[in-house]
């Protein structure tokens, strides 16, 4: 069984910064592709960053310059630093990883609001 653990949601203020991290743990050798989605309330939930079957990354076009996806393979762990968050970044971020299936976190709830 694969479990994802995510950390690093919070309140921040417009411009401000957060880190997302997300252990993956469980019988497993490698992941297809780990990622980052997120979903506002009343919307439907959107790709945000992830790194695709050929290790390369994608990002969403509302998040290029301000979101960077990494990753440390050793640890099975995928971040996701975002910076400059503006108040439309509020929702709720999933990770997952792509194993023999794909796998969600819970979610981590990230608000930016003065």
């Known amino acids: 069984q694969v479990q994802l653990v995510e950390s690093g949601g919070g309140l921040v203020q417009p411009g401000g910064s957060l880190r997302l991290s997300c252990e993956a743990s469980?019988?497993?050798?490698?992941?297809?592709?780990m990622g980052w989605f997120r979903q506002a309330p009343g919307k439907q939930r959107e790709l945000v960053a992830r790194?695709?079957?050929?290790?390369?990354?994608n990002y969403a076009d509302s998040v290029v310059g301000r979101f960077t996806i990494s990753r440390d393979n050793v640890k099975n762990t995928v971040y996701l630093q975002m910076n400059s968050l503006k108040p439309e970044d509020t929702a709720v971020y999933y990770c997952?990883?792509?194993?023999?299936?794909?796998?969600w976190g819970q979610g981590t709830q990230v608000t930016v609001s003065s």
């Open positions: 790194f695709n079957g050929g290790g390369n990354t």
């Open positions: 469980g019988h497993f050798f490698s992941s297809k592709s």
């Open positions: 997952i990883a792509v194993i023999d299936r794909s796998y």
